[in-house]
């Protein structure tokens, strides 16, 4: 079988391929349909713009869509750049110009002063997800948090995002660190969707 992911993220992409792979699923994602319009992400919470991705793209293709909206709430920062994470420096910002953007902004907050001490904030990635049918018109939705800190000294080479700056207490390691398993097995996003298809195992055996 084929799920169709909305999404325009590699970093994402890679993890639901991984995810879905032993349930026997192949995951496509919007570069496979590059004729689609981008969808306007001006909801004020992740799961409203979850659930605008999955309606454009699941009523504009007739067929069942995930859509997965995410982000780095960051305590010192009132739970900035939430909803924003993705263009935190800007709209089109890549990945390395947010995470600078997140380590200024937090050096701003110390006011010179010089701590020596590399975790600069508690903070957690929230994932919403969003399965639409345009079918019948429902919406199963599921969300998954992680907590950790902002560490000043990046490191690893996974994940994507802000994923080299997300220090896991527990590990010892950055969520860039990890394996995709690993990283799966303790993430928002892997929470998240083993939310949602408990959900819809729910659903299917009524
Ligand atoms: P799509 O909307 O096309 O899915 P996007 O990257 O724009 O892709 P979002 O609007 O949901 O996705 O923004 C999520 C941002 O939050 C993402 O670009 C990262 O900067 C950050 N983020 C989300 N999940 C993350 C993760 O697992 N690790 C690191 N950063 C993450
Ligand atoms: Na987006």
Known sequence: ?????????????????????????????????????????????????????????????????????????????????????????GEGAGDEENNLKLLNELEKLKQGEDTGQPLLSTARFVCALSLYDP?????????????????????????????PLFYLAEYEKTMAELTLEEKQAISHRGKALLLLTGKLAAQQNQ
């Open 135 to 163: 079918v019948t018109g429902k919406e199963l939705t599921a969300e998954g948090t992680v907590e950790g800190w902002i560490t000043s000294e990046q490191a690893g080479a996974g994940g994507f995002g802000y994923d």
């Open 1 to 89: 079988g084929v799920l169709i992911v909305a999404t325009k993220n590699k970093g994402k992409v890679r993890e639901f391929q991984h995810a879905f792979a032993p349930l026997g699923l192949t995951v496509k994602s919007m570069f496979d349909y590059p004729e689609l319009p981008d969808v306007a992400e001006d909801g004020t919470t992740f799961a409203e713009n979850a659930l605008k991705k999955s309606k454009a793209v699941g009523d504009a293709l007739g067929l069942p869509v995930l859509a997965d909206d995410s982000g780095l709430c960051v305590d010192a920062l009132d739970g900035k750049p939430g909803v924003y994470s993705a263009r935190y420096a």
